[in-house]
């Protein structure tokens, strides 16, 4: 860093600062402790504008090129260094920065406590600067500045701390600029200056425009769409082999994945009229155009992904009353499903489907609405890819893989998206098919991974369910399927089907105007947390009673049908708890059911599971069950077990 610095002075900084060049960075702190007033002194009537800049200029970037290093000391002396001379840097900020560095030194006092990361830090700075700016009005110097930011930005190496906040800090004074040919000068500089190879000029080049976009909108979209036409051209025409090699290039292809996310990012800072405006054909197309025009690797289609999620979130807070134009929502699900469809036999460990689930839910946000056909074609392949994919076994290689929590983290982000996806895609469905036909089955599955997948994009569902209350009308069934799941070998699945479970019967309360008594459910689940399996199966028997005391009668036959659906699919622990459950039913309410429905169909029911009976284990319980309603109603009861009706 202080090589840097040294390399970075112009004469009128050795003037200003003599010595300064064999000191680097460590300088600072004996400049802003010692030598303050003489400093002061030096600068006379003799000191040019240019110098006036580069003091700003380099007190700024101390400010945070010192943050990794040197700590909130560095910081606070190039900021008392900075009020010290704003006489001198600019006559107009003086009473507004003895205002804000003041405050900007107490922050640092509880930088620990206050900041977790330097993100928030340099976000101060930045509206510090932009603030100064607007408190000068003065745009020759501020193209002054510019220039200075520009040669600092120009002569930093990619690994310098400084590099990501200067990109920052030169949009954000080029966003404070009012002359359009200069603007599009010093972007189109580093635009084409940068390596988007390197990660970290990737994102820099998104900085510089989205920070100058915040008040140069169209200045900044129409020098982004200028310098993206140079990497699509000639891509339907004669060109050379040369220009064909540099569109070629890696790097060019880096470029062009930059540039999509760019187009983004300018989404999301753009006013509502501006989004209106440019959003259809000039960003959502230069996206597309870009991509056409790329190789289509994992780096181009995360980026594109990305930049669905980010346009499709910045249209969609621009009010109800915006349609997205229905043509170009077919040509980007089009190219999603397409999407989905590659991945879907691909390689699991891709976190392409993954982003696919998380731009869908925001795109399928915007009006018109999707038919219901092909609402429920993309729900379908999108629980495919991310419910039950992927399978147990590859599962366990992902979690001995070296990017496995990053994979595990991106799951878990996509699972709840699917959730939200689902809510909003079902809204305009009028019956539940999907969810019974689809989620349900995940539910029963066989694969403890899809099972716990499928519970937890549940808790999305019950709120869509809540919202037309249905819940009432699937009680029984939904009770049935997630009570098995109390038992579930995995212990999150287990958590996950109680917390369903309590979900349901606040629903089932409201939706009935009842107080339901849910007893403690959230201190029995430490129960089922227990290795013992006979522990978890005594804890979910507590939990079947409280949940069955909500049970109105109309609910037993799709209860007793759920319970058979898992004796006939499922094995183990699954089976012994889908009969306690039963068995708990029974006893509660057997003398009721004997009462006021008729038994036929419920004997059915048990008759049909012992006749297609698979495991050993489901024989007790189905028949102490038949005993339970022997001796409520024994006539009923065997006339219907040997008599097919």
Aim: charged share 20%; aromatic share 6%; net charge positive.
């Amino acid at each position: 860093m202080a090589e840097h610095a040294s390399a970075c002075l112009t004469h009128g900084d050795a003037i200003l600062f003599p010595g300064l060049q064999h000191h680097g960075q460590s300088c600072w702190l004996l400049l802003a402790c010692q030598g303050r007033a003489k400093l002061a002194s030096l600068l006379g009537e003799a000191a040019a504008l240019a110098a006036e800049v580069t003091l700003l200029l380099l007190a700024l970037t101390q400010v945070v090129a010192g943050s990794p290093f040197a700590g909130s000391e560095l910081q606070a002396a190039a900021l008392l260094l900075m009020l010290s001379l704003h006489g001198k840097i600019h006559r107009a900020v003086g009473a507004m920065w003895a205002t804000e560095i003041p405050l900007l030194l107490q922050c640092l006092k509880g930088k620990n406590e206050s900041f977790p990361d330097s993100a928030e830090w340099e976000q101060r700075l930045l509206k510090f600067l932009r603030a100064s700016l607007a408190t000068m009005e003065d745009e020759a110097w501020t193209k002054g500045l510019s220039c200075e930011l520009s040669r600092w930005l120009s002569s930093s190496p990619s690994s310098s701390g400084e590099k990501s906040f200067l990109y920052k800090a030169l949009g954000t004074v080029l966003g404070a600029c009012k002359e359009v040919l200069h603007i599009q000068e010093k972007l189109l500089q580093h635009l084409e200056e940068a390596n988007a190879e390197e990660p970290s000029e990737a994102q820099g080049m998104i900085s510089l425009l989205s920070h100058a976009a915040e008040t140069n909108f169209h200045t900044a979209l129409d020098t982004l769409t200028m310098f993206a036409s140079r990497l699509c051209r000639g891509q339907n025409g004669r060109i050379s082999r040369r220009k064909k090699m540099e569109l070629d290039s890696r790097r060019a292809q880096a470029t062009r994945s930059a540039l999509i996310l760019a187009h983004g990012s300018l989404a999301l800072r753009a006013s509502k009229e501006q989004l209106l405006a440019r959003l259809e054909g000039d960003i959502v197309g230069n996206i597309l155009l870009l991509y056409s025009c790329s190789c289509r690797d994992l780096q181009n289609t995360l980026a594109l992904l990305q930049s669905i999620t980010d346009f499709s979130s910045a249209f969609q807070a621009a009010g109800d009353s915006a349609c997205f134009n229905p043509s170009l929502k077919g040509k980007l699900l089009e190219i999603l499903t397409d999407l989905l469809k590659k991945y879907y036999l691909g390689t699991p460990v891709s976190p392409v489907p993954l982003k696919v689930v998380l731009a869908l839910e925001q795109l399928s946000k915007l009006k018109p609405s999707l038919g219901g056909k092909d609402m429920c074609d993309l729900l379908i392949l999108c629980c495919k890819i991310i419910v039950t994919h992927p399978s147990a076994e590859m599962m366990l290689k992902i979690r001995k893989s070296q990017q496995a929590a990053r994979y595990l983290q991106l799951l878990q982000t996509s699972l709840k998206a699917l959730g939200r996806l689902m809510v909003v895609l079902l809204e305009t469905e009028t019956t539940s098919g999907f969810f019974q036909n689809t989620v349900h089955r995940s539910m029963t599955s066989g694969n403890m991974w899809e099972r716990k997948r499928a519970l937890q994009t549940a808790p999305s569902c019950w709120l869509l369910v809540k919202s037309r209350g249905d819940a009432c009308k699937h009680f029984g069934s939904l009770v049935g399927l997630l009570a098995p799941l109390t038992c579930d070998p995995m212990p999150t699945s287990r958590q996950l089907a109680v917390t369903c479970l309590s979900s349901l019967l606040r629903i089932q309360a409201k939706a009935t105007n009842r107080v339901i008594q849910t007893g403690d459910i959230g201190s029995l689940c430490e129960g089922l947390n227990d290795r013992s399996t006979v522990c978890q199966l005594q804890t979910s028997s507590k939990i079947a009673r409280i949940v069955c005391r909500s049970f109105s009668l109309e609910h037993t036959i799709d209860f007793m049908m759920a319970v058979k659906d898992t004796f006939r699919k499922a094995k183990g622990m699954r089976v012994r708890a889908a009969g306690k459950w039963m068995i708990t039913f029974l006893q509660m309410h057997g003398k009721d059911i004997c009462r006021d429905l008729d038994l036929s169909p419920i004997v059915y029911i048990l008759r049909s599971c012992m006749s297609s009976l698979q495991h050993s284990t489901n024989m007790p319980f189905l028949c102490q069950a038949a005993a339970i309603l022997t001796r409520c109603h024994a006539d009923v009861t065997i006339d219907s077990f040997f008599h097919r009706r």
